[in-house]
């Protein structure tokens, strides 16, 4: 199993000190929007980091939505080539699609008009994605965040539904806590699983009590899953609280595999 945390970039050094295996960025650090020349110097800093951006998160900003009248499919399009292409040329290996703001369902759209619209926003994302040898993994968010596929199984049934076979999904602790979900949805979804987060109660580090940390590990080991597993959470202090996580989740891992 490889441990990282979801962070930005002038935290990289800190997870590299720590012992991390990987760093998971916001897709933003790629510079999607700026030419080959201006996103340069970022890249090349990201290139020298001493830990592989091997996951990205919050794929799409708000600014891009992916349903409504303003949602623009060939503008999508391009922001999505430059940022899969970049993030593959940096050793991203998975992209988390979040991204409640573009997702979100407009209030006055008919619901069923408004899912077509974007299982066809996700069709387009997969297909750049394999193009630049990525896994998109689609990431369901809490009924605070969101109002759409805010559950594992919710997201199941629409990839099923719309035919989306090559999309992925992730399972996120937190959110599976806030909606009381049952850890072996994780089970039911397993072939589809491709990247993990986790945080501890209240969405503090990991090893903060309050949930299913350690009942959520073995359903994971029980299915086989065996990629990554990313911190993502509030922390008082990363540079102290980092290692403590680090080992936290090591130990809890080891402890059901053996």
Known sequence: MKFGCCVTP??????AEAGYDFCELP?????PFDDDTTALPALRELAAAPLRPEAFNLLVPPELPLVGPYADVDTLQA??????TRMAQLGG????LGSGGARRLPEDMPRNQALIQLAEALKIAQEEAQQAGITLAIEHLNQQECNVL??????????QKYDLCGLRLIVDLHHLEVEAESLTV?????PLL?????AGG??????TPGYDYAGFMATLHNVGYNQRISVECCWDDLATQAGEALAFMRNEWQTVTV
């Not at 002038?10 to 997870?15: G, M, Q, R, T, V």
């Not at 209240?202 to 090893?207: K, T, V």
């Open 10 to 15: 002038e935290h990289i050094k800190i997870l």
């Open 27 to 31: 897709a933003r650090c790629v510079q």
């Open 79 to 84: 922001y999505l080539q430059h940022t899969f």
């Open 93 to 96: 290996v998975v992209a988390v």
């Open 150 to 159: 805010t559950s594992v199984a919710e997201c199941y049934m629409f990839l």
């Open 186 to 190: 994780a089970s039911e979804v397993a």
């Open 194 to 198: 491709a990247h993990v987060h986790v």
């Open 202 to 207: 209240g969405r503090l580090p990991p090893q």
